[in-house]
Antibody
């Protein structure tokens, strides 16, 4: 099974763009093995529950949480075995632990990264 | 798209059973056979323990079982062990390629 690891700045200023990358190891994300997998981002505000942000497929097709859709962009770089999250116009409300995860065709999140805390503060 | 409703807490003594509910709507829980459950220990990433309402991934003990009736899904942990003390979240496919999570339940082993 693949392993996932998030990376990116731990501190972002208000109104700026939060950018995170998830590196996948243990297999090429462009292989047929992952044709029915979707690369996802989720977050967890401090002391709170999980929130699905969105997913992107190797084909480039994506789906985003309607509540965040206007500010979210995801991309995938198969040459680097990575996928990325951009969340613009951030505020303190975007402070959270961000996770990347593998979403399977049967609609469950199977493998998760360890998570990375992003704080929005000036 | 509202969060699924879970009780904030549940508890049981070692060896006992605890059941956690997850209530949604016809747009998510009762509309699809795609409810999953996740266990999260403090400071750790969530771990998949149930998918497609009742299925357990390889390696998950059969002490974990789940079901669904109408708008409510349920997770039962039988034979509670100290290591089962964690937060538990349900999730459901919500149509239009979107997903929703539950509010989370903290399970305490007394």
């Amino acid at each position: 099974q693949e392993q996932l690891q998030e990376s990116g700045p731990g501190l972002v200023k208000p109104s700026q763009t939060l950018s995170l990358t998830c590196t996948v190891s243990g297999g090429s994300i462009s292989s047929n093995s992952y044709h029915w997998s979707y690369w996802s981002w989720l977050r967890q505000h401090p002391g709170q529950g999980l929130e699905w942000i969105g997913y992107i497929h190797n084909s480039g097709s994506a789906s985003y949480n309607p509540s965040l859709m206007s500010r979210v962009t995801m991309s995938v770089d198969t040459s680097k075995n990575q996928f990325s999250l951009n969340l613009n116009s951030v505020t303190a409300a975007d402070t959270a632990v961000y996770y990347c995860a593998t979403l399977r065709w049967e609609n469950y999140f199977e493998n998760w990264g360890q998570g990375t805390l992003v704080t929005v503060s000036s | 798209q509202s969060a699924l409703t879970q009780p904030p807490s549940a508890s049981g003594s070692p060896g006992q059973s605890v059941t956690i509910s997850c209530t949604g709507t016809s747009s998510d829980v009762s509309g699809y056979e795609y409810v999953s459950w996740y266990q999260q220990h403090p400071g750790k990433a969530p771990k998949l323990i149930i998918y497609e309402v009742t299925k357990r991934p390889s390696g998950v003990p059969d002490r974990f079982s789940a079901s669904k009736s109408g708008n409510t899904a349920s997770l039962t942990v039988s034979g509670l062990q100290a290591e089962d003390e964690a937060d538990y979240y349900c999730s459901s496919y919500a149509g239009s390629n979107t997903y929703v999570f539950g509010t989370g339940t903290k399970v305490t082993v007394l």
